[in-house]
């Protein structure tokens, strides 16, 4: 984020902000949308301020946590590890995508969350709303999770009918408890939620029609199947677009992309093995719950959960240790991806051994988490809601002066004074005092911008070698 300055054409004017930092197309886009976010801050606030309860508080907080990133980093595996293959490859496949689309847009139109206050935030999570607001990853994977899951509950014909009815009723609750509480949680607003669904829609749709085609590919294919997947998904993170702030919706996108990767080419590669089994579907990892039972079925899942956690603290070491020297000799070269945000390698000496991961943290850092609780926070928390606050206050300001920010017309008496003096009309103090007010008006308004941009934490710095090293250790997952 820049540093704030006293000079108003130096960025830091809100409208300035985002005018230089996007190219005009994506400014000229993005400008059109935002009135309609604002349209809805009152409609929100009032929604919010009549439904607010604090058993609703909890509720809705805590079931936020059911479409994070870590919940599903998490248990995906699971399905993986006893023998639900195809069925966790189709939403590994909706969630990454769901994850990587909506992030996309996020950092395209760089749109902010509803503004705070009047809204109060309402969360479990320390990073959602670093984000940008449109639209909403969480609506994205809770609507695809449900969608594809009674899609493909639909086609199994050996499940009662009351079974069924009960995962459709769940379904429902959990996608509605999820978009809605995004809502509620004044963390979105209508337009976040609906476009976020929508994309949901369409992602558990386009896998469960398409989906088939690319596992019987994966597994009957060359090895040109997995490379090209890859590719792929390589030049969709390469073409991700930059935002104008800070924000980690890069990081995750990139981080489930890289899960794709490490599922395809892991399942291309297993099928071809002694150890998978080839029924229901080939890559099928071997699990019979009569054979193994209670006890050793919970066992695997610990084993394989800290297996992930320490394939991702000795991978990301290894990598952040030996990454910067061949990015600075691929960068004497000439061959650099910059990307802002991101410390070129050749302007650092080391990378700190222990990075912030903002997908999922760190296995100690899991209990601090499940004891933190619910926050309620009113105010910008991010440089994207510093920005929008300023800009709504510049509005009122200049609503408030009576000329919406227009500077005097040079036929006006203050651009005149020889001409006044010479034709006798009345004094010119009255006109002066009042640019004197105003000029004082806008140094209190740039100290007041100033002090918001001061209070949002600096964002920590990010290394040019972190988007490879995620790719590779979330491959590895």
Not at 259 to 276: F, L
Not at 368 to 378: H, L, Q, T
Not at 380 to 400: G, H, I, M, N
Request: proline share 9%.
């Amino acid at each position: 984020m820049p540093a704030p300055s006293g000079d108003p054409d130096a960025g830091l004017r809100p409208l300035d902000h985002y005018k230089t930092r996007l190219p005009r197309w994506r400014y000229t886009l993005r400008q059109k949308y935002l009135p309609l976010i604002r349209w809805e801050t009152p409609y929100l606030a009032s929604l919010q301020e009549t439904l607010r309860s604090d058993p609703l508080d909890t509720y809705f907080a805590w079931s936020a946590n059911l479409g994070t990133h870590t919940f599903f980093m998490i248990f995906l595996p699971i399905c993986f590890w006893f023998g639900f293959t195809e069925f966790g490859s189709g939403l590994v496949r909706v969630l990454a995508s769901g994850v990587f689309f909506s992030g996309f847009m996020k950092d395209f139109f760089c749109l902010p969350r509803p503004l705070s206050p009047p809204l109060h935030r309402i969360t479990m999570s320390g990073s959602a709303a670093l984000e940008y607001g449109f639209p909403s990853t969480h609506s994205t994977n809770a609507v695809s999770v449900a969608l594809y899951s009674l899609l493909i509950l639909r086609d199994n014909p050996s499940l009662p009918d009351n079974q069924r009815l009960i995962y459709i009723i769940l379904a429902a609750l959990y996608a509605t408890s999820i978009v809605f509480g995004r809502v509620y949680c004044g963390m979105h607003g209508f337009l976040d939620v609906i476009i976020g669904s929508i994309l949901g829609v369409i992602l558990a749709i386009g896998e469960f029609i398409y989906g088939p085609s690319i596992n019987q590919w994966m597994w009957h294919g060359t090895w040109a199947a997995p490379l090209t997947i890859t590719l792929v998904i390589l030049v969709f993170v390469r073409i991700h677009p930059e935002p104008a702030d800070p924000c980690p919706c890069f990081d995750d996108g990139v981080a489930f992309a890289a899960v794709i990767i490490g599922v395809e080419v892991g399942q291309w590669h297993y099928a071809r093995t002694s150890y998978s089994w080839n029924t229901p579907v080939p890559a099928t990892v071997p699990y019979n719950y009569q054979s193994v039972g209670l006890i050793f079925s919970l066992l695997r899942v610990v084993m394989g959960v800290l297996v992930i956690f320490v394939w991702r603290e000795v991978a990301k070491s290894v990598l952040l240790k030996y990454l910067p020297p061949l990015f600075r000799f691929i960068g004497r070269i000439g061959l650099v991806l910059p990307r802002r945000y991101f410390l070129d390698a050749r302007e650092y000496k080391t990378v700190p051994s222990h990075l912030p991961d903002e997908t999922i943290p760190p296995i100690g850092h899991l209990p601090k988490m499940i004891r933190r609780g619910r926050s309620d926070s009113v105010g910008p928390q991010s440089a994207a809601d510093a920005y929008e606050t300023l800009a709504f206050r510049e509005r009122k300001r200049r609503e408030s002066l009576g000329h919406e920010g227009r500077s005097p017309s040079p036929s006006s008496p203050v651009q005149s004074p020889l001409r006044q003096e010479v034709s006798g009309l009345p004094s010119l103090s009255p006109y002066l005092s009042a640019r004197d007010e105003e000029r004082k008006d806008e140094e209190a308004f740039q100290q007041e911008q100033q002090a918001i941009l001061n209070r949002i934490d600096k964002p920590r710095v990010r290394y040019d070698v972190e988007v490879v090293t995620k790719l590779l250790v979330y491959s590895g997952k």
